[in-house]
């Protein structure tokens, strides 16, 4: 018989949670860093094979969170709330301004499989041959692979820290087997960190490592709980192209209703997603009366 990868969802505290010799450890020298941030990633790793995980939205999700702290970074304050009108709510081609620029810049970082190309297209005016370097890094390990980027980068260009995360979490993500990229690092490494340089950003690499994968474990948690619940109302949904709109929901952070208009009328969409509130399986996330945004 063939082992099942374990669900997320299949009991208390069940792959969902690292365990608390990770969580709680208190690191007193760089073997100890280095010890729990490989048993991290090692743990999300068998999280991120779970089949009840909707990956593109847990990714999606992940890279609002790196685009809320790449902002703070760049000395601006706007929140989750804030940086997703700036995107969701211009038309394309238009400029979402430099918060909302940023949260593009994750979210297609997260959206397909990592490469040169993929990565030139995301970071514009990065030239292919510091990505390509980027991403054939040296390390002995992958997170060793991840602050040589960022010392590459940033040695360079101080105030490029967004540029420096993308980078620095695809090398981490493509040295530890996966083809799209998670934020991480991106998710803890504070401004005194991006400042570091050598065995200093080596070890707080480390420890962001944890503490990001602590994060995106809660997350994938959260959400396969979530996309479970979603999954069971879909038959109750009739209008036409429901099926396809549940398949989005579950890949995007948020969705304005104009979104589904290629499967349904508008009528039809916002009704849908009235619908999916109603249900408990959709909020609304904005608490406006017009111009909104639904997400799980």
Known sequence: MRNRTPAITDGPDTVARMPGWITSARAETPEDVAFLSGAALAHLHLVAQSEELPHALWRDRLALR????????????????????????????????????????????VARPISVAQLGKVLEGVSPEL???????????????????????????????????????????????????????????????????????????????????????????????????FRTVTPRLRARGADQAVDLFLSRDALAPATLNSLMSDRAARRLCDRLVELGVVRELTGRDSFRLFGL
């Open 131 to 229: 990505i390509a370097l980027c991403l054939e890094a040296k390390g002995v390990t992958p997170i060793a692979r991840a602050a040589a980027v960022m010392e590459i980068v940033l040695s360079d260009a101080p105030r490029a820290e967004t540029t420096a995360l993308i980078l620095a979490d695809a090398a981490l993500a493509q040295a530890t087997g996966s083809e799209h990229l998670v934020p991480l690092l991106s998710l803890a490494m504070k401004p005194r960190d991006l400042a570091r340089r050598g065995e200093d950003l080596r070890l707080a690499c480390h420890r962001a490592v944890v503490a990001g994968v602590g994060e995106a474990i809660r997350l994938a948690a959260d959400l396969a709980k979530q996309a479970r619940r």
């Open 66 to 109: 790196a685009a809320e702290l790449c902002v703070g970074l760049s000395g601006r304050r706007e929140t989750a709330a804030q940086l997703r009108d700036a995107l969701h709510l211009t038309r394309p081609g238009d400029d979402p301004g430099p918060a909302g620029g940023i949260l593009r810049q994750w979210s297609r970082a």
